[in-house]
């Protein structure tokens, strides 16, 4: 008896202190499911081919209206998704070739100078290409990154659980991604931008761009 008040007492105790410093976790249909990322804690995502539909779902941070996520290579090249301005839910789209590994950039532009100042975090996915600053050291992971391909058309239900601000949908995705834009203390809750990620395949996004030149050509014709 007193062994099992123990392994209980230890359990609240290990619940309570996950709750006050914001542990996130993730459950699809259910089931608990981990993020993605390596020993250095560095994430990098590749797509099969086409475009890309990015969608912010939600913010949840008081400098929601001032953060930009982007996305850059191994090369530096770099590329803005959702500007300050963006509020959810917002989609914005890419062209990422096919297997071509990409990093995440988050800027906190406090300012809106479009300058990274040395009091603002600017946080990346692969350091080991561009650099963290701003930051508490680079040793927090800032991006939450779960790979949901294989739930793919189930159209599940994702329920994401922190200590202030839960989040739920269904849908179908390839990626869903949690930012946290200090990575310390009791805000590190995940939830400062939500954003999910789904490649729209090669044929189809084909077929879009001949509908819309074909439908182009249509009203020229009527126009002339």
């Known amino acids: 008896m007193k062994k099992l008040f123990i392994l209980a007492l230890a359990a609240f105790l290990f619940v309570g202190v996950g709750n006050a410093y914001g542990i996130s976790s993730l459950y699809i249909n259910g089931m608990m499911v981990e993020p993605l990322r390596d020993i250095n804690d560095d994430v990098t ?3 099969d081919g086409g475009v ?61 100078d ?10 990346t996915s ?11 050291k680079n040793d927090y992971q800032f991006f939450y990154l779960y790979d ?14 922190t200590s202030n601000h839960d989040f ?20 590190y809750d995940h939830n400062d931008m939500i954003v999910s990620v789904s490649a729209i395949p090669e044929p189809t996004t084909l077929l879009l761009l001949g509908l819309g030149m074909a439908g182009a050509g249509v009203i020229r014709r009527r126009r002339k």
Do not use: C
């Not at 692969?126 to 508490?136: D, I, K, V």
């Not at 949901?148 to 659980?161: H, K, S």
């Not at 949908?169 to 009791?186: E, Q, R, V």
């Open 45 to 47: 995502i590749s797509f």
């Open 52 to 112: 890309q539909e990015w969608t912010l779902m939600a913010e949840f941070a008081a400098w929601k209206a001032k953060n930009n996520l982007g996305f850059y290579d191994e090369s530096l090249a770099s590329g803005l998704i959702f500007p300050g301005s963006a509020s959810a839910v917002v989609s914005d789209y890419t062209y990422i070739p096919q297997g071509k590994e990409i990093g995440l950039w988050f800027h906190a532009d406090h300012d809106e």
């Open 114 to 123: 479009g300058l990274v100042d040395s009091d603002e975090p600017f946080l």
């Open 126 to 136: 692969q350091r080991q290409w561009l650099a963290t600053s701003g930051t508490n």
């Open 148 to 161: 949901v391909r294989a739930y793919r058309g189930m159209n599940a239900t994702y329920e994401f659980y």
């Open 168 to 187: 739920s949908t269904t849908g179908n995705f390839d990626y869903l991604l949690y930012i946290d834009d200090s990575g310390a203390g009791p805000d």
